[in-house]
Structure formats: structure tokens, C-alpha cells
């Protein structure tokens, strides 16, 4: 079965900037990545297929990048212009066979979790 690694996270201040990965130890149809803050259920922030399509959450949307690396099976985000309200645990998943094409972020949709990576964006 799929494994799979994030890194990246850290403490930055506000306007700052982070790379998080996602390593795979196998092909995946659609890597999504979530964040969950103390308290709260988890929240869609972006994912990527195999074939490249991606989505966004409004809140993150131009201020957060996902790009795959098809070669390593990592997949990326990057974050720019972070704000307080980001800091959040993040986590990476890996969809099933039906989010080949169409990769909705619904926590349902995915099969395999990573353990996560904190972020946290101070004033």
C-alpha cells in the first residue's frame, strides 16, 4: 500500500513563506492536502491529479501553489503571504481510483493519510 511523508512544516511570521512536501512511496490517481486547527474538522486546501488538474480552496487561492513531481512522486505546496488564520496542522492524503480525473477536496474521496507537518504563522 501507498505510504506517505510530509515535511516542511515550521514557525514563520506573518507575510512569510513555506514549502511543504509530500513524498509517495508509490503512484497515485490524486494527492490532496488538508489542514486542521485545534478543535475544528478538517479543511480541504488544494489537491493535484496524475494528469496535472488542480483545485483550490477559496481562502488559499493565489497565495498557495500545488505542483507533482512525477518523477520522485512528490507533490508540493507552496505558500506565500501566510496569515495567522493558516496555522493548522497539515496533512497530505492520497484518492482513490475515481479521483483520476475529478478530485474534489472531500475527505471521503481519500483512501491514505500521512501523520501531518504544523504549521504556524505568528503576528
Known amino acids: 500500500q501507498v505510504q506517505l511523508v510530509e515535511s516542511g512544516g515550521d514557525s514563520v511570521q506573518t507575510g512569510g513563506s513555506l514549502i511543504l512536501s509530500c513524498a509517495a512511496s508509490g503512484d497515485t490517481y490524486c494527492i490532496g492536502w488538508f489542514r486542521q486547527a485545534p478543535g475544528l474538522e478538517f479543511e480541504g486546501v488544494a489537491s493535484?491529479?496524475?494528469?496535472?488538474?488542480?483545485r483550490y480552496a477559496d481562502s488559499v487561492n493565489a497565495r498557495f501553489n500545488i505542483s507533482r513531481d512525477s518523477d520522485t512522486n512528490t507533490v508540493y505546496l507552496r505558500m506565500t503571504g501566510l496569515k495567522p488564520e493558516d496555522t493548522s496542522k497539515y496533512y497530505c492524503?492520497?484518492?482513490?481510483?475515481?479521483?483520476?480525473?475529478?478530485?474534489?477536496?472531500?475527505?471521503?474521496?481519500?483512501?491514505?493519510w500521512g501523520r501531518g507537518t504544523q504549521v504556524t504563522v505568528s503576528s
Open positions: 492524503a492520497a484518492g482513490g481510483p475515481g479521483t483520476k480525473v475529478f478530485c474534489p477536496l472531500t475527505t471521503s474521496n481519500f483512501l491514505i
Open positions: 493535484i491529479t496524475s494528469g496535472g488538474a488542480t
